[in-house]
């Protein structure tokens, strides 16, 4: 064995040996003269959803199948679009003429009823007075019917009619005007049985409360519901353009579509793409033929019933305000006037006069608007009738201003010697009540007869729509299944 001599030092790595310094290595990248690090690139931003999606719609489009399930996407939505607005315009024309028919209008003719029935009962009251002390059984039976058709047609229109609309405010303020007009009459009775003069009075001041409070009233309301009533005939009638311009941009699209197929393939039908079209035109075809028969009874109804009646419902009032009026001349004996040029006549008079003015030029515009001779017929016969109404009256003023006020007051009321105008002013009111009901009737035959050639469009457009989207797709399904 053999040792290493004395004071050798120990070999390198000899756990005896101390290991020789080392100098710390420089980064390649630090060294003199080096470039400052560059830092990593930053990561690409998410894409969104929608991006994404016209990237691969975008992808898609470059090839057959993708165009056709594309065009076959807007076909579909194109159908539906068109049925699901044939469906809403429709629903909302055909509501609109129901209301026409079973709401505003009868809502409108029952407005007329109460303002007839209300100058109508004044009238009653007036020529009751005038028959003295115990006024004849058939004139009160007039007054009491009048009274109560107005309080029930009040009751039938509150029902019909929303809370807080000026509709109701008006029925509201007649309810309680009429009790207290009711009240003045039963007083203006009671004094004139017993002979006293204050009866007058009372039958003066009644008169006043409803030419100057209720028939005012009554009148707003027949003009509100008249408004109401146009306002639903502007709904019922236009053109549903916007389901009308849907339905010729689907029928464009399909007949675009099959022209690209036949190019394409040289076939020239495809069934589902054909069933489509077919669907489409039919509901389309029955929607402009549809509307344009329900807009022609509509406009029919207004223009030969809703005017006529209103003209009518004018002339009847003027006859009974104007009866009114004939009856109060001779209960007020002058009491009260008026200065017309400077000339003091009596005041009931005056508006008598205006009243058969305004009966004479409604009876003309009656006329004129009447397309029958059954319309016809009455108007002339209350022409005629009313003619001799002003003719009596003549000769009853002229006895009263000769001072022989009982042969006016024959005149007015009727007795054995002479024909009253009574007479008269009741052939008007039939005769006009004849020209009524003829109007209504025709009303109501024109009106439903629009609103019937509506009925089944909504849900047939809904359906047919749905069946065309259907057949669109399986047109362009029959395509596709070519390339798998």
């Known amino acids: 064995m053999t040792y290493p001599p004395n004071g050798s030092a120990a070999p390198p790595g000899h756990p005896g040996h101390p290991a020789a310094p080392t100098r710390p290595s420089v980064p390649p990248q630090q060294t003199r003269g080096a470039a400052p690090p560059v830092p990593a690139p930053p990561a690409p931003p998410r894409r969104t959803a929608w991006a994404e999606g016209v990237d691969r719609l975008r992808a898609a489009a470059t090839t057959e199948p993708g165009r056709l399930r594309i065009i076959g996407a807007v076909l579909a939505l ?27 209008q009868p809502l409108s003719a029952d407005a007329a009823d109460i303002y007839r029935s209300l100058a109508d009962a004044n009238t009653a009251a007036s020529s009751g007075f005038l028959a003295g002390g115990e006024e004849p059984a058939a004139v009160r039976d007039r007054y009491e019917r009048n009274i109560r058709t107005a309080a029930q047609k009040l009751v039938t229109a509150a029902a019909s009619t929303d809370p807080g609309t000026r509709s109701a405010e008006t029925i509201k303020k007649l309810n309680t005007l009429l009790p207290q007009y009711k009240g003045l009459i039963e007083r203006a009775r009671a004094n004139n049985r017993q002979g006293f003069p204050l009866g007058g009075a009372y039958l003066r001041y009644a008169n006043e409360k409803m030419q100057t409070e209720m028939l005012p009233e009554a009148e707003n309301l027949y003009t509100t519901e008249n408004e109401r009533l146009r306002d639903d005939y502007d709904a019922a009638t236009p053109y549903p353009w916007i389901a009308i311009a849907f339905g010729v941009l689907a029928l464009a699209a399909l007949a675009w579509a099959q022209r ?66 004939e009856n109060l001349t001779l209960v007020s004996r002058g009491a009260e006037t008026t200065s017309v040029n400077g000339v003091s006549k009596d005041k009931y008079d005056v508006d008598f006069e205006k009243q058969m003015d305004l009966l004479a030029k409604k009876l003309t515009a009656a006329d004129a608007l009447a397309d029958d001779s059954a319309g016809r017929t009455p108007v002339n016969g209350a022409n005629a009738s009313m003619k001799e109404w002003l003719k009596r009256h003549g000769e009853a003023r002229d006895e009263d201003d000769d001072g022989n006020y009982q042969r006016a007051l024959d005149k007015i009321i009727g007795s054995k010697e002479s024909k009253p105008t009574s007479e008269c002013f009741d052939l008007v009111d039939q005769n006009l009540d004849k020209a009524l009901t003829h109007e209504q009737r025709q009303f109501s035959a024109d009106a439903g007869g629009g609103r019937d050639a509506m009925t089944g469009l909504p849900a047939g457009a809904a359906l047919l729509a749905v069946l065309a989207a259907a057949g669109a797709v399986l047109g362009i399904g029959r395509r596709l299944s070519e390339y798998r």
């Open 260 to 325: 690209r197929n036949y190019r394409l393939t040289n076939r020239v039908f495809n069934h589902g793409m054909l069933a489509a079209t077919a669907a489409s035109v039919v509901v389309l075809l029955w929607l402009v033929v549809g509307h344009t028969v329900a807009r022609s009874g509509l406009n029919s109804s207004y223009d030969d019933g809703v005017r006529s009646l209103n003209v009518l419902h004018d002339a009847s009032i003027a006859s009974l305000k104007a009866r009114g009026n």
């Open 78 to 104: 194109l159908v539906v679009a068109f049925g699901a607005t044939t469906a809403w315009q429709m629903t909302d024309r055909s509501a609109a003429a129901d209301d026409v028919l079973h709401s505003s």
